[in-house]
């Protein structure tokens, strides 16, 4: 429920408590009387001394008519009762009530646009709720209330039916059925008076606007009068940027159709001549340097007079004293208007006000989080100067932390000090952690079973810590990782992985083996500056492949051959820097993410190798409906080390035969060779570059949406026969991809949600000198990411529009229970 209603339903609650019925009666009284004693008549569930408490008449009192009115006023505003009466028996005066019955139940359907929690929150502020005492009037003025506002949403066909059922004991239940009915579309807006500007040009940034082919999602078509209220001051804002000192709306006009579903809206305009900006002053106290304050003035002799850029130099103003303490400057804009010459001078007059020290911080709604969680991310002290840049940049670091889905900042003057404010952080936690056990599916993974516990605010310390242990058709998967951001309070981070995996890459769209590998790793990481952090990541792994002739691309089987053995084993070490200045976690609307690593394998680890990664995204507003995302990712590794080669001897493969039409594959290649053999049956094997299990891929959800996932890139084949299998995905040592993408995060009223356009782009290529530009794919499509409830859901449906023959394509993706 908004404000304003709430408070209009308070204000119908006050009118209704202070009118008297005209049921109210008194005995006729002559003569005045000394009251001996008092009898309450007609009580059911209101006890006799509540009634004693309200009325203003004791025993001994002498009682007339004013006094008798005035008993009645007084039971009459306790709004316990639907009738009073006072009568005399000799002495006793006989107070007879009928009390008002009870809410047993208050029900609401139909109701859409006002939610139910929000509206009976509403009307028990008021007093209609279960349990309260039943008031007609107050009912039927909600009643009228209710239409009212749904009017101002555009439904004049709204129909609020509210039904008193009686029941025993003094009981009723309350019934209001709200058909809403549906909004008004706007069929015409005709601006009239305006000869300098289109109407299309005008009215480009409205809310309001008729029918269109962007009207399912923006509902400009939909009647408003609040919506149309902000139209006609970005009406006039509209003119006065362009010079119009004298633009002035007439007149405006709703005509509604007989029906009550087509609105038809008229203005009438004034725009008079454009004024020109003859000089530009700066007075009053700039606390700092003129010529420094001069310098931040967009508005310049010459210039046509523009009222946004007149206010973009206050803010500007403004906001520079602010950082120094300035807290409550103004700047006052003084026009001096030559109408005859169309001539405008301005004057800024600037009032700085009192320099303003924080007395404290405070939080509020961190009902999890531990207060020094939020602290350790303010950039605003307590006992300093006041700094609005400082504060801005911790309200930043707060939404950036992921735990909270809103972050509200407000000053609170302290009592008494001009000089003194609170700054006061309200927030509004959401649900940092998790503990699933569940089922996911998708295409690539097929079925997935997950036990996991993961929380990202681990008992309000702000540590991060997860447990999982995952299996699906080709990956058994058990993990745990701890990460402390501030494991010394110069904010230096440490965090432990320990994994282990068994996979199998049979139905993984990648070449055919299956691997067993573990790992134990321990990251730090340092912020350098506000935005910049380098970190290091030291780590020791084990990865035993498993091969099989016949079934595993060649130049995988060539690679271990020539190495002769199947487990690897690597002290691996990571630099990197990242810069993130994203204004949220879940959803950011504005900022830049980049990070460049570089991996490396030490001296003693079985393969030798390095991987560079790069990776850069950047959130552009476009306004408060659009922002477009652009995302870029370049891979490369190699090895550091002289290739390994070895001449292996191999059976030959049998030759189908009609008795023999499927030959069996030869066995392995022997090492070493018999003294003399054929130089047929001989073959030199090759480990050189960045090892295959190491390689990048390219293809699906995650990079190029429209291709299978891995797909992209160079294939190998298990045979020398062409007829004998189907080459596979083998990856590359260079990957490029990116993507530009239009986010719509108003399109459904979730902030867990959003719904995008998207052009994605790359490949992978076996190495630098085989990077060719004309092979890069392109696709196109929509996508939708939410984080439901019950796990992360992404769906995106794609077109290809730069493809290969043998691309693999896969319109329609999505995956459930992974993570984005």
Known sequence: MTRPLTRRLLALALASALAVPVSAQTAATPEPFTVTDIRVEGLQRISAGTVFTYLPIERGDTVDSARAAEAIRALYRTGFFEDVRL??????????????????????TGNKDIKTDQLLKGLKDIGLAEGETFDRLSLDRVTNELTRQYNNRGKYNVEIKPTVSRLDRNRVDVTIAIDEGKAAKIRHINLIGNEKYRDEEITDNWESGTTNWLSWYRRDDQYSREKLAGD????????????????????????????????????????????????????GDTVLPREEIERLVLVQPGQTFSRRLIELTADAITATLGNIGYAFAEVNPIPEVNREKDTVGITLHVVPGPRVNVRRIVFKGNSRTADEVLRRE?????????????????????QRLGYFETVE??????????????????????????????????????????????????????????VQAQRNDFLQRYDFSFYNPYFTDEGLSLGYNFWWREFDTTDYNTARYSSTSGAGQVLLGLPITETDTVSMLFGVDSNEIFTSPGITPIPIMDYIDALGRRTFHAWRTELAWARDSRNDYFA??????????????LPGSTIEYYKLNYEISRYWPLSSRFVVMTRA??????????????????????????????????????????????????????????????????????????????????????????????????GGALKTVGSIELVF????????????????????????????????????????????PIGPISISYAFPIRKGDDDEIERLQFTFGGSF
């Not at 100067?385 to 930043?396: E, G, M, P």
């Not at 490949?763 to 439901?788: C, I, K, P, Q, Y």
């Open 378 to 398: 303010m950039r605003q002290f307590e006992g300093a100067w006041y700094s609005q840049a400082a504060i801005d940049r911790s309200k930043v670091r707060l």
């Open 588 to 601: 950011p609307t504005r900022g830049t993410y980049q990070r460049i690593g570089v991996e490396l394998t």
């Open 633 to 730: 990712e370049v891979g490369y590794g190699d090895s550091y080390g002289d290739p390994v080669t070895r001449d292996l001897c191999f059976t030959p493969p049998t030759e189908p035969t009609q008795e023999n039409p499927n030959p069996p594959p030869p066995p392995p290649p022997s090492d070493p060779c018999v003294p003399n053999v054929s130089p047929d049956y001989v073959r030199t094997a090759t480990a050189d570059g960045l090892p295959f299990f190491e390689n990048f891929y390219a293809g699906g959800v995650r990079s190029v949406r429209g291709f299978r996932d891995n797909t992209l890139g160079p294939r190998a084949s298990a045979s020398t026969d062409p007829a004998r299998g189907a080459p596979q995905p083998i």
């Open 232 to 283: 006609l001051e970005k009406l006039n804002a509209f003119y006065l940027d362009r010079g119009h000192l004298d633009f002035n709306i007439d007149s405006t006009q709703v005509a509604l159709s007989p029906g009550k579903r087509d609105v038809f809206i008229t203005a009438g305009v004034t725009e008079g001549d454009v004024y020109t900006v003859t000089d530009v002053k700066v007075t």
């Open 87 to 108: 009568d005399r028996q000799d002495g006793i005066l006989v107070v007879t009530v009928v009390e008002r019955p009870a809410i047993n139940k208050l029900t609401l």
């Open 409 to 466: 900042v407000e000053n609170t003057p302290v009592p008494g000090r001009d000089d003194q404010v609170d700054v006061v952080f309200d927030v509004k936690e959401t649900t940092s952690g998790s503990f699933v056990f569940g089922v996911g599916f998708s295409q690539l993974q097929g079925i997935s079973t997950s036990i996991q516990l993961s929380q990202n605010n681990f008992l309000g310390s702000g540590n991060r810590i997860s």
């Open 745 to 788: 995060p108003r399109l459904i009223n979730s902030p867990a949600a959003r719904v995008s356009a998207f052009v994605d782009f790359g490949n992978v290529f076996a190495d630098l000198d085989t990077f060719d530009a004309g092979e890069l794919r392109v696709s196109t499509g929509v996508a939708l990411l939410w984080r439901a």
